[in-house]
């Protein structure tokens, strides 16, 4: 496979589990992290350190709002709970240096 047509998949599998997230605002970023090691936070750090190393402006919160697909703040207000004792203890115990 040549890079290009990498890059076009990669993009687009990116695009759709980006898509899927939005969908399941249900699922909690501590329950992704606790299960999968990284949540949406994480997806729009990595977007952003991908435009820093290219050059590209583009901050935090921007970043966010590309994942998130609303600002963060507004995203929190509507669906982010607040974490059980045992979503904690488990995220405490995987993460310690997170």
Known sequence: M?????????????????????????????????????????????LKDAADETGIALDKEAAREQVYGMPYEEWKAKYQTEATAAQAEAFAKSHTGH
Do not use: P, Y
Request: hydrophobic share 40%.
């Open 2 to 46: 040549d890079l290009k047509t990498q890059t076009e998949l990669e993009a687009a599998a990116f695009r759709r589990l980006v898509a899927h997230l939005r969908e399941r605002t249900d699922v909690q970023n501590i329950d992704l992290m606790n299960l999968g090691g990284f949540c949406r936070n994480c997806l729009s750090n990595w």
